[in-house]
């Protein structure tokens, strides 16, 4: 009866504490997700990364830019980078144009709130939906 009487004070204590609830930041902050959508395009691609959030938010990404995806071309490195005002309304976009409508190309994110928490991590690429046969 007394370890069952420990176990019940002990699940109380926890969640009292918050340490059962929803997954916080250091600054006891609710975190938030994001979802990632892409668009491909002739002329560009669009990333966007949305928010599980109808409220703004202030975040800060890191990404690198690849084209030509097969060679891994690295063509910019963004680091952090401040989106402020970000919501499921507005979310971060990153455009990246193409020269060729056949580029390849590919985004690795890593967003962050300010309290520095890792909320997102991807890895995109996007390449041309038909192959193309290349002459002899």
């Not at 455009?95 to 890895?123: F, K, M, Y």
Request: glycine share 6%.
């Amino acid at each position: 009866m007394r370890l069952i009487l420990a176990c019940l004070f002990i699940a109380a204590v926890l969640l009292s504490a918050g340490c059962t609830g929803e997954e916080q930041s250091s600054m006891g902050q609710a975190v938030t997700e994001f979802r990632s959508e892409t668009s491909g395009y002739d002329d560009r691609v669009e990333f966007r990364f949305v928010p599980d959030s109808d409220d703004p938010g202030t975040y800060s990404a890191t990404c690198t830019i690849e084209r030509d995806v097969s060679w891994g071309t690295t063509i910019e490195t963004r680091e952090n980078v401040r989106y402020e005002g970000i919501s499921r309304a507005n979310p971060i976009e990153i455009v990246i144009p193409r020269e060729d409508p056949l580029d390849r190309v590919a985004l690795e994110i890593e967003i962050r709130n300010t309290a520095g928490d890792i909320l997102h991590q991807s890895r995109t690429s996007v390449a041309p939906a038909t192959p193309v046969p290349t002459p002899p």
